[in-house]
């Protein structure tokens, strides 16, 4: 069973371009969380999505940031207009959603690395 | 917001030896789940270990155990018989009690492991 994939691993993009992070949650896992990590600093939430539907998008700046998770296909974060202070490793994780034991714990993907010149 | 706060920014430990990672939490929630991550510099995030909060008993895998104190709001980590392997971030993390509850993490702490 595949972890959770996210790519490109590493991204760097120019100001003012767009950035689409993608996330392939484990096989069965209906719930997916992004998270951002600044350097030196611990991951912070930004979304929760389940399949076409954002539950909880209260971490995620108002203006330039969106996410889905559509029926078919990966999660994508889509990131417009970058900004320096964008750059950052962005975290996908996916939990089963159901009860079990280990509903409760969230798998991690490898992380996107996105640079903004 | 529930704060998740890690006081020791970098810690470091001789091969073999014992170190113990400190982590305390705020919340107003009965039940929980805290989790310790290990992040190595590949920037993968591990699951080292993880606690219920309505279990008393700490949780241990391996040369990795917990000393869980609810009172007190605190959820340390200590890594036994340290190894090379070991040198990595480690991030304390607190999840609610609900299904898609989001993950708190602390700031983190850098362990060195000196052979």
């Known amino acids: 069973n595949a972890g959770v994939m996210q790519n490109p691993r590493h991204l760097v993009r120019r100001r003012g371009q767009e950035a689409r992070l993608r996330c392939s949650p484990m096989?069965?896992?209906?719930?997916v969380y992004w998270y951002r990590q600044l350097p030196e600093e611990g991951l912070k939430f930004m979304v929760y999505?389940?399949?076409?539907?954002?539950?909880?998008e209260s971490g995620m700046p108002k203006e330039r940031f969106s996410a889905e998770f559509p029926k078919e296909g990966p999660s994508i974060l889509r990131i417009q207009q970058v900004v320096r202070g964008d750059s950052a490793a962005y975290f996908c994780?996916?939990?089963?959603?159901?009860?079990?034991?280990?509903?409760?714990?969230?798998?991690f993907g490898p992380g996107t690395r996105l640079t903004v010149l | 917001a529930q704060t998740v706060t890690q006081s020791q920014p970098e810690m470091s430990v001789q091969e073999a030896e014992t170190v113990t990672l400190s982590c305390t939490y705020d919340?107003?929630?009965?039940?929980?789940?805290l989790f310790w991550y290990k992040q190595p510099p590949s920037r993968q995030m591990i699951l080292v270990i993880r606690?219920?909060?309505?279990?008393?008993q700490n949780a241990t895998e391996n040369r990795f155990s917990v000393n869980f104190q609810k009172a007190a709001k605190s959820f340390s980590l200590k890594i036994s018989d340290s190894q090379l392997g070991d040198a990595a971030m480690y991030f304390c993390?607190?999840?609610?009690?609900?299904?898609?509850?989001?993950?708190?993490f602390g700031t983190g702490t850098s362990l060195t492991v000196i052979p």
């Open positions: 993390a607190y999840r609610g009690p609900n299904t898609g509850n989001q993950f708190y």
């Open positions: 994780a996916s939990s089963p959603g159901t009860s079990g034991a280990s509903y409760n714990e969230q798998f």
């Open positions: 096989k069965g896992h209906s719930h």
């Open positions: 606690q219920e909060a309505y279990k008393q």
């Open positions: 919340t107003s929630e009965s039940d929980y789940y």
């Open positions: 999505l389940q399949k076409e539907n954002i539950i909880d």
